[in-house]
Every structure is written in structure tokens, then in C-alpha cells.
């Protein structure tokens, strides 16, 4: 009888294995600290072969940031449903966003805490995802406006820097979520939606706070 052939793995899949333990071990150690052999022995494959098919740790890393960032952007997209009102749509991206970050720890270290600090290449693909995520969480702030007041009186830039400022926030919330035990993605949704909702209410209804001189 003639040997077995057995099936070869895809190319595709075999890339998502290295990419999933390239995860763990960046996420969990850091990009330094993290090297080939341990990405190889956790994915099950050669060494070699993660070069072959990733060229090198910076590509590999830039990888793990692409895919994760991807992930995170089309949680949030699919969760919220342009046809329920604007405050149920900021409820249903927020409660997304946490449950995906808890959900996915080291992703979220590797987007949140690890690409950040190791150079401006791996920084500006990270600043791509918070500027998308910016970008969405602001026009549903201008939604909201629009909902409130024919003619919102909330400036351009105002609504900017509430966008930028949920976002920052939820970024906190979701690194501090994940480092403290028994607090869950719903918990955490409703802080953040308690706390922006209530300031967001009042300047839809021209309650904004004043600074006194």
C-alpha cells in the first residue's frame, strides 16, 4: 500500500494560528520580551515558517495590530443599528466595545498599552484605529444634536472634543476593566454611558455647564 497523504493545512489558516499566538504572547509579554521561538511553539509550527510567511517580528507585530484593530472597529459597527435612537446606538457601540476588549485581553494590550510605546510606525497604526473610532462615536454625537435642535448650537469643534473625549474615556475604562477582577463589560458600558449620557442630555436640552469668571 502507498503512504497516506495527509492534507496540507491552507496558507490562510495557518497565517490566523501564528497571528492568534502572536496575540497571546505580545499581549501578555510585551513586544520585547515576546520572540519568534514561543510564537512558533504556540502556533505549532517552525520558526522558519513564521518567517516565511511574516517576514520578520516589526511585520509581525504590524499584523497582530492590523487584524486587531479590524476586529475591534467591526464589533462596535455591527452593534449599533442606525434605525434605533441615537441613545440606544452610543449604548449598543459602547456595550460592544467593552465586551469585546474583555473579551480579548491581550488584543486589547497589544492595541492599548503595547503598540503605543514601541515607535512611531506601530503608534500611527494604532492612531488609525482611534481616529475611526473617534470619527463614529462623533457623528453620533452630531446625530444627537440634530435630533435635539433644528439648528444644533453645539459647535463643530465642541462635538469633536466630546467624540474625543468618550473615546479616551472608554479606552481607560476598558484597560482598567480588564485589570480588575469581577467588573464585566455591561458594568462598565453603564459607567461610561451614566456619565456621558447625563452631560450630553443637558447640552441637548441647552443645560450645558457655564464657567464662572
Given at each position: 500500500?502507498?503512504?497516506?497523504?495527509?492534507?496540507?493545512?491552507?496558507?490562510?489558516?495557518?497565517?490566523?494560528?501564528?497571528?492568534?499566538?502572536?496575540?497571546?504572547?505580545?499581549?501578555?509579554?510585551?513586544?520585547?520580551?515576546?520572540?519568534?521561538?514561543?510564537i512558533a511553539?504556540?502556533?505549532?509550527?517552525?520558526?522558519?515558517?513564521?518567517?516565511?510567511?511574516?517576514?520578520?517580528?516589526?511585520?509581525?507585530?504590524t499584523?497582530?495590530?492590523?487584524?486587531?484593530?479590524?476586529a475591534?472597529?467591526?464589533?462596535?459597527r455591527?452593534?449599533?443599528?442606525?434605525?434605533?435612537?441615537?441613545?440606544?446606538?452610543?449604548?449598543?457601540?459602547?456595550?460592544?466595545?467593552?465586551?469585546?476588549?474583555?473579551?480579548?485581553?491581550d488584543?486589547?494590550?497589544?492595541?492599548?498599552?503595547?503598540?503605543?510605546?514601541?515607535?512611531?510606525?506601530?503608534a500611527?497604526?494604532?492612531?488609525?484605529?482611534?481616529?475611526?473610532?473617534?470619527?463614529?462615536?462623533?457623528?453620533?454625537?452630531?446625530?444627537?444634536a440634530?435630533?435635539?435642535?433644528?439648528?444644533?448650537?453645539?459647535?463643530?469643534?465642541?462635538?469633536?472634543?466630546?467624540?474625543?473625549a468618550?473615546?479616551?474615556?472608554?479606552?481607560?475604562?476598558?484597560?482598567?476593566?480588564?485589570?480588575?477582577?469581577?467588573?464585566?463589560?455591561?458594568?462598565?458600558?453603564?459607567?461610561?454611558?451614566?456619565?456621558?449620557?447625563?452631560?450630553?442630555?443637558?447640552?441637548?436640552?441647552?443645560?450645558?455647564?457655564?464657567?464662572?469668571?
Open positions: 500500500m502507498g503512504a497516506v497523504k495527509t492534507k496540507r493545512m491552507p496558507r490562510a489558516v495557518r497565517e490566523q494560528q501564528m497571528l492568534d499566538a502572536a496575540v497571546r504572547i505580545f499581549g501578555q509579554r510585551g513586544y520585547t520580551a515576546a520572540s519568534m521561538d514561543d511553539e504556540l502556533a505549532g509550527v517552525s520558526k522558519p515558517l513564521v518567517y516565511l510567511y511574516l517576514n520578520s517580528k516589526d511585520d509581525l507585530f499584523a497582530v495590530i492590523r487584524r486587531e484593530a479590524a475591534l472597529i467591526q464589533a462596535v455591527d452593534a449599533v443599528d442606525p434605525a434605533r435612537p441615537v441613545d440606544q446606538r452610543l449604548w449598543d457601540g459602547l456595550l460592544a466595545f467593552f465586551t469585546h476588549t474583555s473579551r480579548n485581553p488584543a486589547w494590550s497589544v492595541l492599548h498599552l503595547q503598540a503605543r510605546t514601541r515607535g512611531e510606525r506601530f500611527g497604526e494604532v492612531a488609525e484605529l482611534r481616529a475611526e473610532m473617534v470619527t463614529f462615536v462623533t457623528r453620533l454625537i452630531a446625530v444627537a440634530r435630533e435635539a435642535h433644528q439648528d444644533p448650537d453645539l459647535a463643530d469643534h465642541e462635538v469633536a472634543g466630546l467624540g474625543e468618550l473615546v479616551g474615556s472608554a479606552e481607560s475604562l476598558a484597560t482598567w476593566a480588564n485589570a480588575t477582577e469581577g467588573v464585566t463589560a455591561r458594568q462598565t458600558a453603564v459607567t461610561l454611558m451614566n456619565f456621558a449620557w447625563a452631560g450630553l442630555g443637558n447640552l441637548m436640552s441647552d443645560q450645558g455647564w457655564s464657567a464662572r469668571t
